[in-house]
Nanobody, 128 residues
Framework: VQLQASGGGLVQAGGSLRLSCAAS????????VGWFRQAPGKEREGVSC????????YYADFVKGRFAISRDTAKNTVYLQMNNLEPEDTAVYYC??????????????????????WGQGTLVTVSS
């Protein structure tokens, strides 16, 4: 059971990147998978989450209108299209199984009772 993230890199402000997260050992149609990020000196925060069955999407307020999560169930892969990137988006991005709060904020799963899977991080650097 694993998630493999890829697609990070260096981009200028205003540019775009697409991150990929390939799942193996489980189906993304059975477990919600999303994206998180951690900037230097800051705590990890939820970016986006896609629900398992219906593919409903959830976004953090700071990426609404700029980022889009999607998936290819045939490839068992989740994507994060990031547009109009800002220097403040610089962070290590992780994919992982996710959930969401009552107001739609993406959240990490914490606790032994949950199916918690994390991919390795991929670095996104946005230059000004």
């Amino acid at each position: 059971v694993q998630l493999q993230a890829s697609g990070g890199g260096l981009v200028q402000a205003g540019g775009s990147l697409r991150l990929s997260c390939a799942a193996s050992g489980f189906s993304i149609e059975n477990f919600a998978v999303g994206w998180f990020r951690q900037a230097p000196g800051k705590e990890r925060e939820g970016v986006s989450c896609m629900s398992a069955t219906l593919g409903t999407t959830y976004y953090a307020d700071f990426v609404k209108g700029r980022f889009a999560i999607s998936r290819d169930t045939a490839k068992n892969t989740v994507y994060l299209q990031m547009n109009n990137l800002e220097p403040e988006d610089t962070a290590v991005y992780y994919c992982g199984t996710c959930t969401y709060s009552s107001d739609g904020t993406p959240m990490a799963l914490v606790g032994d009772e949950y199916f918690v899977v994390w991919g390795q991080g991929t670095l996104v650097t946005v230059s000004s």
